[in-house]
């Protein structure tokens, strides 16, 4: 009877264990696609559901069968800039916001991307942000502070033999005042070939593709109509990288981030979330439609953090937002500095608020403009200020729930949040991504399922 007793009991331990969804080491995936919507909160989500598809509708993200929500506070912050969130997720520990590849002390450490280029997988990273910004470099560089030399970001990046790097950031890869030599040259050395347009991302055949298609960040989607843009979509990116690592018998790793979604929400503009959201949610789709086509695949959708507490609220003028052609940025570009050069003529405030916004602004509403610009001077991203007044503008007229911008001026990090975001899962080994997690526990997930060392 004892006897029995212990067979049952090694049974039902032997069911639980193989039940449980736990896989790992040689029974883990083969290929796992990791995308980052870069500021992506909920909010953000929301508002491109009922943008695209009504209140009825569903983005496709929705569709992945496991879900989980997660923390994403830094070392020395409750609220994570890009980098400390991107470094979470990318070498599973906390570390200082402004801080990319480094824990807290400042000691690189190996990323996940690292993990598998040790053994013998093949790696990319894809972003519609510059290859070397914030979320990309958690993965495949370190240096103390993110606003260092892009360059040597540039250089790790080679030097860690990514097989395929796609995004904006050309601008950083020529020769510098130090002397350095021209790095595309260099990658072409390596054995990259270099794409700029979208049509040599189409006609790309190598194993190894450096694509620059922009001087820094890619266009907004809402702008490049407007800017008769060559750039390719994420989706294009994105298929072009699988396509190029899945030769690879082994496998590979890839990160996919929609950046601009987190640039659109520091704008308060809804319009470019929704746009840019759903650019995003499109190569999600991709990514799980090649993964139903290839079962050792996983496919795990995330986001670093979320921007300026975007919310759907209930009088938000959709139908108008809608309306509106181009972004922020945009509107700040069309805008005349006045001869003195200090501020912008109040009719070319006037006329780009009526024209791509549709607002009429009172002589009061444009002299608080004037002011609160003569303000910004000395917040964090002074290039965008000019922009996040006018989306700040464009969504209190229009009722869209967003931080206000007095607010976002005592923000370190630009108005970005402390709210949990979401992580979708498909495909083999999704099961492990469910319930409350730090964003640490990610990359520790992704090893474990491996089987590797981390």
Partial sequence: MKKLTICL???????????????????????IILLIGDGMGLGQM????LFEYGKQGRLYIETLPYTALVHTYSANNRVTDSAAGGTAIAIGKKTKNEMIGVNSNGKEEKSILDSFKDHLYKTGIVTTNSVTDATPASFTASVKNRWDDQQSIAKQQLQNKVDVIMGGGLSYFGANKKGDANLISLYKKAGYQFVATNQELKD??????????????????????????????????????????????KGFFAM???????????????????????????????CVEWAKKHPDTLVLVAADHETMGISASEPMDIKALKKISVTPHYMASQLQKNKNGIGYTNESIRKVFKQ??????????????????????GQVYPEQQVAWEIGNRIAKH?????????????STTGGHTSNMIAVFA?????????GVMDNTDIPKKLAKLMGFAF
């Fill in 46 to 49: 929301e508002v491109a559901r």
């Fill in 356 to 377: 791509y916004a549709h607002m009429t602004l009172s002589n009061r509403d444009i002299a608080l403009f004037q002011s609160d610009i003569k303000t910004d001077q």
């Fill in 398 to 410: 229009y009722h869209a729930g967003s931080l206000d911008r007095s607010i976002e001026k005592l």
């Fill in 204 to 249: 790309a055949k190598s194993d190894k593709i450096l694509g620059l298609f922009g001087p820094k960040h890619l266009n907004f989607k809402l702008d490049r109509k407007e800017l008769h843009s060559q750039e390719p979509t994420l989706t294009e990116m994105t298929a072009k990288t699988i396509e190029t690592l899945s030769k690879n018998s």
């Fill in 256 to 286: 996919i981030e929609g950046a601009r979604i987190d640039h659109a929400s520091h704008a308060s503009d809804l319009t470019s979330i929704w746009k840019e959201t759903i650019e995003f949610d499109d190569a999600v789709k991709y």
């Fill in 426 to 434: 498909y495909g083999k080994g999704a099961s492990q991504f469910h």
């Fill in 9 to 31: 009991s090694f049974l039902v331990f032997v069911f639980i264990q193989t039940t449980s969804g736990t896989v790992s080491g040689k029974d883990g995936p083969k290929n």
